[in-house]
């Protein structure tokens, strides 16, 4: 069967899904939106496979905060996708983190170009607007998030299935008259890929950070996310007397927030950008405690895939996120620890992340508790089997 699965972002776990597919004989294109600056996966075929790696957006500038250009170029980038996906006429495709713009666009377009889609639903976008409106947004968003329900309903609604990363998924899809189509599937992280590493590896020597206590966030930063606690927290961590840098890997405006606010707090910064994907081992196994940040509106509809990453690599790791989100209990369950994300939270989150730095086997211990919750959790083969079963089903129609 001829797939084509295109995810805007380009990250690992949706290139496994395409290189499984590969593997078991389908015929897989996998794209990604060249003009969205992020954490990418391995986008390129490894010698041997039958897998076609490429890129819409190519020239483009996605700007994330510049909404009247970025609309203009998410338009465009539903004709590039239209013409894409024509060009391979696939049996099925499958589209993930496609802006809504886009996908209005594309699904328009596959009313009569007649290829059978699935929505890979990985946030609903018209609930993050709105929870944001009036705050770190003009309160004229509310109105563009009622827009956006409604396009990401109508779209919904023109997808032949849904997969949706959390159970929370369903409600919403219920009050669209779409729940029917609805299968969940929880996101995961390749564990062949990200494996547990050195503290002091050849990233960490590189980057100085090899003897120094480090706590580390790494990928996107964006209206999700407030990027000052990153910087609040390591201050409070140095006020309990414990020595430590904060190393974050990340490009766009929060870099120069978080730049501003570590001067203003005397807190040491290491602002690094994107890294290579077949070092993402070193650089997750060089943080001492990995941090994972998630704004409270975001609720249970943004599953951050980095909290997956992290188990992965075998580190403690520290959310400031929705106690409610599905990460959440990944977390505490590895033996991690959850904050609300806000300021009043940070002196206990900050004299968790003193403890256990001053605790060198109760690190190592959690470690190996997140790696081997990622084992037992991220069964990729169980997840690719049921997106198999889906996709064949909608191809033999």
């Known amino acids: 069967m001829k797939l084509l699965v295109h995810d805007f972002s380009g990250h690992p776990f949706q290139v496994q899904l395409s290189r499984e597919l590969a593997r078991r004989g389908h015929d897989v294109v996998h794209s990604s939106c060249d003009a969205y600056v992020s954490g990418k996966g391995a986008l390129v075929a490894e010698p041997g496979e039958s897998i076609v790696f490429e890129t819409i957006g190519d020239g483009l500038k996605f700007e994330k905060l510049r909404f009247a250009k970025r609309l203009l170029v998410e338009v465009r980038l539903g004709f590039e996708l239209v013409r894409h996906v024509r060009s391979h006429r696939p049996d099925v495709a499958v589209l993930s983190n496609v802006q809504i713009p886009t996908l209005v666009i594309f699904a328009f377009a596959m009313l009569f170009v007649r290829i059978p889609w699935v929505l890979w639903h990985q946030d609903v976008y018209a609930v993050a607007v709105r929870s944001f409106a009036g705050d770190k947004l003009s309160r004229g968003f509310t109105a563009v998030a009622s827009v956006f329900e409604i396009a990401e309903k109508w779209c919904s609604r023109r997808a032949v299935a849904i997969v949706a990363i959390s159970d929370a998924f369903v409600p919403v899809h219920a009050k669209w008259g779409t729940a029917d189509k609805v299968t969940v599937i929880p996101n995961w992280a390749p564990l062949d890929e990200i494996v547990p590493v050195e503290r002091k590896n050849d990233w960490s020597v590189e980057q100085g950070v090899e003897e120094t206590l480090t706590l580390l966030y790494s990928g996107t930063l964006g209206l999700k996310h407030d990027p000052s606690l990153l910087v609040a927290l390591t201050r409070q961590v140095r006020d309990a007397g414990v020595d430590a840098e904060l190393v974050v890997v990340n490009e766009g405006p929060a870099v120069e927030v978080i730049a501003a606010e570590a001067q203003r707090l005397d807190v040491p910064v290491k602002l690094l950008p994107y890294q290579p994907y077949e070092r993402l081992p070193e650089v997750l196994g060089s943080g001492d405690v990995l941090l994972v940040l998630l704004d409270q509106r975001a609720g249970a509809f943004s599953v951050p895939s980095k ?45 968790w992340v003193a403890e256990i730095l001053a605790a060198p086997e109760r690190r190592a211990q959690v470690g190996v508790a997140s790696r081997q919750l990622a084992e037992a959790e991220f069964t990729a083969e169980r997840c690719i089997d049921r997106f198999e079963t889906l996709l064949t089903g909608i191809g033999s129609r």
């Open 307 to 351: 909290t997956l990453s992290y188990l992965c690599a075998g580190r403690p790791i520290l959310g400031l996120m929705p106690l409610e989100n599905a990460a959440s209990s990944l977390v505490e369950r590895a033996g991690g620890a959850v904050f609300t994300p806000q300021a009043g939270s940070i002196p206990a989150a900050g004299a």
